[in-house]
């Protein structure tokens, strides 16, 4: 066994909670050969192969398991660390944030400047997911969700507003388009039924978020349904009827043991703030 370099457990982290390594490397933001070889690096030290790969994706050994383990209390004792060394009166540290993606990319990203004039010594590390990031494993620290979530020990939830939905289309397109839609792994979302229900034609695609939808309404592939508190503002977009069809509410989730710490709480602030004052700006048209 050689002496380890600690980082590398960084990436075994990773690799463990994204399932591959081209997904590693999109949440560390490097090149997918540097995650592989940090894993060689990594199972070279500890004489153990950490990960095999089952249906295309890395799923943990036994030796894996109690890598990750070790890595997860790691990252908690350095977070530790960076909190207890921040100032009391000042938030600073990392905070990592979950979302779907059309939330990430076109409502929260938009609005980060005006909260890193406020607090220039938080952090946000955003993680863009369809599916639900888990708090209890230490995935993430707050998470937004699109629907009432299961009450946990681990974590605190609060309802912070309504996502209200209409029809979009193209600005400059024909209202005449065909519906787009979600691929089969997503027909749950009241969104997806509603577009199944729809009458009219289909487009030749689906996808697994909304935000690729916004890009092929822009292309002028279709129409489909959008949240109004993003799509009202994208210019490229029209509302086909003023009606909001259907709502979904937006929860926040902190875990509990962090919620005090003011870098925390300064996020969930800003997150209750951001909402309250969008809905504002949604109304039937």
């Not at 397109?173 to 229900?197: F, K, M």
């Amino acid at each position: 066994m050689q002496n380890m370099d600690w980082d590398d457990l960084r990436f075994v982290l990773a690799i463990a909670r994204a399932g591959t390594l081209a997904a590693a490397a999109r949440r560390l933001g490097v090149n997918q050969t540097t995650v592989s070889r940090r894993l060689d690096a990594a199972e070279t030290s500890l004489g153990a192969r950490l990960f095999d790969r089952v249906n295309g994706a890395l799923r943990p050994t036994a030796a894996g398991t109690v890598a990750i383990s070790r890595a997860a209390q790691m990252e908690e004792q350095v977070r530790a660390l960076e909190t207890g060394i921040a100032s009391d009166d000042e938030a600073a540290g990392r905070v990592r944030l979950t979302a779907v993606p059309i939330l990430v990319n076109r409502l929260l990203v938009p609005n980060l400047p005006r909260f890193y004039d406020a607090y220039p010594r938080i952090e946000i590390e955003l993680i863009a997911e369809p599916r639900n990031v888990s708090l209890s494993r230490r995935e993430a620290d707050i998470a937004l969700r699109l629907s009432r979530p299961e009450h946990g020990a681990a974590t605190l939830t609060r309802r912070i507003g309504l996502l209200g939905y209409a029809a979009y289309g193209p600005r400059e397109g024909d209202d005449d388009l065909p519906w787009i839609g979600y691929e089969e792994n997503q027909w749950h979302l009241p969104q997806a039924q509603w577009l199944i229900a729809a009458q009219g034609r289909l487009a030749a695609m689906s996808f697994n978020d909304a935000d690729g939808i916004v890009e092929a309404i822009h292309a002028g592939l279709g129409k489909s349904l959008l949240p109004c508190l993003i799509a009202d503002h994208d210019m490229r977009l029209k509302r086909l009827n003023p009606d909001i069809v259907l709502s979904r509410e937006v929860w926040l989730l902190a875990h509990r043991d962090l919620r005090q710490q003011r870098r925390v709480d300064a996020v969930v602030t800003w997150l209750q703030n951001l909402f309250t004052n969008s809905a504002r700006n949604v109304m039937h048209r």
